[in-house]
């Protein structure tokens, strides 16, 4: 009996199907949350590296 039989025989595709479901759940939320939060907050948070270091603060 060869590993592939094993494999095969122990039917594990329900664990791809899982992980995909997560995947796509957590896009979603991220993605709602993008399109969730106020626009002036993202564009603070995106200009905090070109900030002075004494404003960052």
Do not use: C, K
């Amino acid at each position: 009996m060869s590993l592939t039989d094993i494999m095969s025989n122990m039917h594990l595709s329900i664990y791809t199907q899982i992980a995909l479901v997560i995947f796509v759940g957590v896009f979603a939320l991220i993605v709602l949350r993008t399109w969730r939060t106020d626009r002036a907050q993202t564009d603070s948070w995106a200009n905090l590296p070109l900030e002075d270091e004494e404003r960052a603060r």
